[in-house]
């Protein structure tokens, strides 16, 4: 697997797509800092560690409002092919504040309004509506 950031966020939306109450991903350091992010902002209900076909893995609860998901727009920054690096003055709102960009720093994954409070930049990995 080329790019498991990009590959985890497909299956959240996949999986809201068809109105699953769960999801399954392999687990990794990196996903779970990025689904710590996801779970603080208040986008998912929260995530176990659990074992898949002999696999650690993680199952992702997923949250919905009114029968509609609350993430409604997941998008992929930067890619394996096309990193996308900025400093904590450059990195952009989604929607105007609504929205969460998450970003990887020297100081840890967070969020980009933690990251601009800190006065970091680094990798913007995602983006969250």
């Not at 699953?20 to 986008?43: C, H, I, N, Q």
């Not at 990798?123 to 509506?129: A, G, I, S, T």
Request: charge should be positive.
């Amino acid at each position: 697997m080329n790019d498991p950031i990009g590959d985890m966020l497909t299956r959240i939306r996949n999986g809201q797509l068809r109105g699953k109450s769960t999801v399954l991903t392999p687990a990794s350091k990196l996903r779970a800092w990025v689904l710590d992010v996801l779970a603080d902002e208040g986008y998912i209900r929260g995530y176990e560690k659990t074992e898949a076909n002999g696999h650690p893995a993680f199952e992702i609860s997923l949250k919905y409002y009114e029968g509609s998901p609350v993430i409604r727009d997941l998008k992929r920054v930067s890619t394996p092919g096309r990193r996308v690096y900025m400093g904590s003055k450059d990195i952009p709102q989604v929607r105007q504040g609504l929205g969460v960009s998450i970003v990887s720093t020297s100081k840890g994954v967070m969020s980009d309004a933690n990251a601009r409070a800190a006065k970091v930049g680094g990798e913007v990995l995602c983006q969250v509506f």
